[in-house]
């Protein structure tokens, strides 16, 4: 059952003390959090439990606000710290929410490598084409043509796909959606979060200050009409030749497996190396 409202999650899982956040209106990054509270409340998980970990920038301050244990790190580090908190505690279920430009630009070989170690850990990544904390430089997702304060004349670089990305690298998990789709997104969150091993659940955010100002989308009704025109649902996109795919966006569940998580192989691992060494009780 569904929280009945947004005052009932913020009254059950949010530090009253730090409102209101620091997010502009129309800012995506509230309704990721609220999937993510609300896929929580959904499972019946112990927030004493779960540590959030967050890197730098607008969706990093986001472990600030909920009422978990959390660490706001480093500008890409988010996944070195929480490849410690892992290893260290086990029983904790590690979440990091982080940035395009914080997951794929600075953090990009922190993000792989956590992936190819299959890592245990959920990432909720907000993907809003800019670096929004800083001034709207463009990320490295940011496809050809959008502009920035980098790009004043449009993006000319190819553009990362981080679901792909993901794919490629051996995730347990990944799914994309725009934090329109509601029901998509608590619901891929609640599956990332039962999983073992690393899983990512990518939401396309509107920003209206720093990227749709530049891109003449003012208003989130305005962005949200652009993500409706962007978007193309997996099953459709599978039928389309890729000229008609050229510059879309592909939304929908792209991986769901079962591979051991860092976590399982370390203790293996271990086991291995106290039997050679006749360490074995």
Not at 124 to 153: C, D, S
């Amino acid at each position: 059952m569904y929280l009945k409202s947004a005052y009932d999650i913020r009254d059950k899982y949010l530090r009253k003390d730090m409102l209101p956040t620091i997010f502009c209106p129309g800012c995506g990054i509230g309704s990721a959090l609220q999937y993510t509270l609300r896929a929580i409340d959904d499972l019946g998980l112990n927030p004493d439990e779960i540590v959030w970990v967050s890197g730098i920038g607008c969706s990093s301050r986001v472990p600030g606000f909920v009422n978990f244990d959390g660490l706001h790190t480093t500008h890409g580090r988010a996944l070195a710290f929480a490849t410690g908190i892992k290893l260290a505690n086990p029983n904790l279920k590690i979440i990091a929410f982080m940035g395009d430009g914080d997951a794929a630009a600075i953090g990009g070989n922190h993000f792989i490598h956590a992936i190819r170690r299959n890592l245990d850990v959920t990432v909720i990544l907000i993907n809003n084409f800019t670096y929004g904390m800083t001034g709207g430089q463009v990320a490295p997702t940011a496809l050809k043509g959008l502009r920035g304060t980098t790009a004043p004349y449009g993006q000319f670089e190819n553009p990362f796909d981080i679901a792909d990305l993901a794919v490629s690298a051996g995730a347990n998990y990944v799914a994309r959606w725009s934090v329109f789709n509601y029901l998509q997104g608590i619901n891929s969150i609640k599956k990332a979060l039962s999983k073992e091993g690393f899983t990512l659940v990518e939401f396309l955010s509107p920003c209206p200050i720093s990227f749709g100002r530049r891109n003449r989308m003012k208003t989130a009704p305005e962005l949200l009409r652009w993500y409706q025109k962007i978007t193309v649902p997996l099953a459709k996109a599978k039928k389309m030749p890729p000229e008609e795919l050229e510059g879309k966006i592909v939304i929908g569940e792209f991986v769901d497996r079962d591979r051991p998580g860092l976590v399982r192989e370390y203790e293996a691992y271990k086991r291995r190396a106290k039997k050679m060494m006749g360490w074995e009780e």
